[in-house]
């Protein structure tokens, strides 16, 4: 199944950002002044912003389902075959899934439904992770 970039987790990623940079300049304009909270703010968004961007080319770009796992295939095209340990389900929106490769600590993976072309999919990896991670418990 390939992956695309996903709205709903591009706009909560957008709404985090917001949130966060006009923190930033309310606690900065009133010790600092409104030039300095402006650069703080930016500063921040800028940081934010460059870090969504990493986290986003390294995301898997297509997956397959396994017996008890995943293969997960990034965009130069390497494959890796990854363990279901864990797996949170948003209602019919996004899935959160832990996945153990052979070697190495475990990474974080989300799947939101419109990053899917298809619900079929999305429903079928839900079951699999819910599966595999009761397993693990």
């Given at each position: 199944h390939t992956l695309r970039p996903s709205r709903f987790l591009w706009s909560a990623t957008a709404a985090f950002?917001?949130?966060?940079?006009?923190?930033?300049?309310?606690?900065a304009a009133a010790y600092a002044g409104l030039f300095s909270a402006c650069v703080a703010a930016l500063?921040?968004?800028a940081a934010?912003?460059?870090?969504?961007?990493?986290?986003?080319?390294r995301r898997p770009v297509a997956f397959e389902i396994g017996q008890d796992g995943l293969t997960t295939w990034d965009r130069t095209g390497h494959a890796q075959y990854q363990r279901i340990s864990a797996c949170a389900q948003w209602s019919d929106r996004l899935l959160a899934?832990?996945?153990?490769?052979?070697?190495?600590?475990?990474?974080?993976f989300l799947v939101a439904a419109d990053a899917l072309a298809n619900a079929g999919a999305f429903r079928e990896l839900a079951v699999r992770a819910r599966r595999c991670a009761q397993e693990h418990l």
């Open positions: 950002m917001a949130v966060a940079a006009g923190s930033v300049f309310q606690c500063t921040v968004t934010l912003a460059s870090a969504a961007w990493g986290g986003e080319r899934l832990t996945l153990v490769p052979a070697e190495g600590r475990s990474v974080s």
